[in-house]
């Protein structure tokens, strides 16, 4: 028997959301630990599911989980940036991105994502070249200061940057422990109890994994794609991510593209890929969270592109 090491996030709400598929195929952008894919492939016996986790490990256990479904699925290590370009000419019906960490590498003392392990990696990829190791000891301050403030929304910056900076040239910070001490497992931040070390820890998972980029890279693979009606659904974990995400479904659902200044429209008025289907972002019930508390800072929208 296999034990499933993570708890999918809003699995009704997913199943619900796909549910008007009859056929064709689902791109799952991260197949984890095959949780969404599995119910849905469950849910449609006429489904099939591409699948794509960075994560070889993920990517193993999945093909295992997943094997009672045989030729209905197929599962690859790949980036989810290069995943829907591959198969925009099949009849795809569904994109799913589940982005973030899996509970696995947040559990795994050896993968640098937790605040206790033994290593600074933070590789979702571990075959790629950087790692949170370079990212903490080598980059510049000023480079530092940038991902604190962009990427953890940390108003002190500085003084991070700063306190990384006079550890190191002691000695190199060689693991994840060490670096949560050195900046503060507590403490609160916008009126909510998260502290620095989760803040730090986000951003410099965000640069080392480049998870806004590859974000903005599998949006823009979707909208330039040939695949029409077809339900896109993003779950994400943190306000920069799902502000990328609202932003560009609200891109896409306009119809005129005129610049605001004009008194007329030009463009035709006939730009609108499809529509947005969660006006609001789906987050967890209390009992989801209670069951899952990972699950907490989830948001998840939805929309369905018509269009090419
Ligand atoms: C929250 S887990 C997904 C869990 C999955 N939905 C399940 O039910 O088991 C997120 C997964 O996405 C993967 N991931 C994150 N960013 C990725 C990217 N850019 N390309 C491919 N996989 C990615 C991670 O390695 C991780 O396994």
Not at 23 to 50: E, F, K, P
Request: with cysteine; charged share 30%; net charge neutral.
């Amino acid at each position: 028997m296999l034990q499933i090491p993570h708890v999918p996030v809003m699995l009704d709400e997913v199943k619900a959301v796909f549910e008007p598929i009859k056929d064709g195929y689902l791109i799952d952008c991260t197949m984890g630990y095959g949780g969404h894919s599995h119910a849905l492939l469950s849910q449609n016996n006429s489904l099939r599911v591409i699948g794509c986790d960075r994560d070889e490990e993920a990517v193993e256990f999945s093909k295992k989980r997943l094997k009672e479904f045989g030729e209905r699925v197929t599962i690859e290590h790949k980036n989810f940036s290069s995943i829907v370009g591959k198969y925009e000419h099949l009849p795809i019906h569904g994109i799913l991105a589940d982005i973030g960490v899996s509970s696995l590498q947040l559990d795994s003392n050896g993968r640098g994502f937790g605040f206790d392990s033994l290593t600074l990696d933070m590789r979702m990829d571990t075959t790629q070249t950087l790692s949170a190791y370079e990212v903490v000891n080598s980059y510049p301050k000023n480079e530092l200061e940038r991902i604190f403030r962009d990427y953890g929304e940390l108003k002190e910056y500085k003084k991070i940057a700063r306190l990384i900076c006079d550890k190191r040239d002691k000695s190199p910070i060689k693991d994840a422990k060490t670096l949560a001490d050195l900046v503060g497992r507590r403490g609160h931040f916008n009126g909510r109890s998260v502290s620095p070390a989760t803040l730090v820890f986000q951003a410099v998972r965000i640069e080392v994994n480049r998870e806004l980029e590859e974000l903005e890279e599998l949006l823009a693979s979707i909208e330039k794609s040939k695949i029409t009606d077809c339900i896109v659904c993003i779950i994400s974990f943190h306000s920069l991510e799902d502000r990328i995400v609202k932003q560009t479904f609200r891109a896409w659902a306009k119809s005129c593209i005129c610049p605001p200044e004009n008194f007329r429209c030009e463009c035709g008025n006939n730009h609108s890929l499809g529509e947005i289907i969660t006006k609001k972002a789906l987050e967890p019930t209390q009992e989801q969270i209670k069951a899952n508390p990972r699950s907490r800072s989830s948001k998840l929208r939805a929309f369905y592109k018509r269009h090419t």
